[in-house]
């Protein structure tokens, strides 16, 4: 079945780099995309940026300067990486997919919550 | 980019009553639309995409309708497991993908 699972560390210092992996199974990461989707604590959703199944990226032009997202296929793992973090970076930081020409999110990990915080 | 204007962002109803969440699109996104429930500490969950099509599994209380630029979601017979955010997302036009503000539904 398909799973996705967020990692990466629970406390980033100020001004440095988040990086976070989600790790797939039960789907092909070069016929879906993978998104990352992050939530302040009680607040609302915003996308950050994907992946598609080609390989290329769009990102919110919000977080472009930022922001970067890749891949690794063979270990079906999908990466983020923010540098710059502040304080109102805080958040639950989710992956999810969709399908080609279907860009809806059916499928979510369980979220990792990011704190921002010397 | 489109702006997606979602309400109310709270609603309280009794069990049993009908509740209808709105989300206005800031340009024509062609029923490119999804709605999402969310409960405290969970991952959001697909409740309709295309505006109006029922996700797999999602009970028929949950239902979709709208076009243009104005869409709503209806929950009929309000159960406790509805307690919830419910938030809106347009796919029509990207990047960016973009969700409402959410509405945190409660009972009375």
């Known amino acids: 079945q398909v799973q996705l699972k967020e990692s990466g560390p629970g406390l980033v210092q100020p001004s440095q780099t988040l990086s976070l992996t989600c790790t797939v199974s039960g789907f092909s990461l070069t016929s879906n995309s993978v998104h990352w989707v992050r939530q302040p604590p009680g607040k609302g959703l915003e996308w950050m940026g994907g992946?598609?199944?080609?390989?290329?990226?769009d990102y919110n032009s919000a977080l472009k300067s930022r922001l970067s997202i890749s891949r690794d296929t063979s270990k079906s793992q999908v990466f983020l990486k923010m540098n710059s973090l502040q304080t109102d970076d805080t958040a639950i930081y989710f992956c999810?997919?969709?399908?080609?020409?279907?860009?809806?999110?059916?499928?979510w990990g369980q979220g990792t919550l990011v704190t921002v915080s010397s | 980019d489109i702006q997606m204007t979602q309400s109310p962002a709270s609603l309280s109803a009794s069990l049993g009553e009908t509740v209808t969440i709105e989300c206005r699109a800031s340009e024509d996104i062609y029923n490119g639309l999804a709605w999402y429930q969310q409960k405290p500490g969970k991952s959001p969950q697909l409740l309709i995409y295309?505006?109006?099509s029922l996700h797999t599994g999602v009970p028929s209380r949950f239902s979709g309708s709208g076009s243009g630029t104005q869409y709503s979601l209806k929950i009929n017979s309000l159960q406790s497991e509805d307690v919830a955010s419910y938030f809106c997302q347009q796919y029509y036009d990207y990047p960016p993908l973009t969700f409402g503000s959410g509405t945190k539904l409660e009972i009375k």
């Open positions: 999810t997919r969709s399908r080609t020409g279907r860009n809806w999110f059916a499928y």
């Open positions: 295309n505006a109006n």
């Open positions: 992946i598609w199944g080609d390989g290329s990226t």
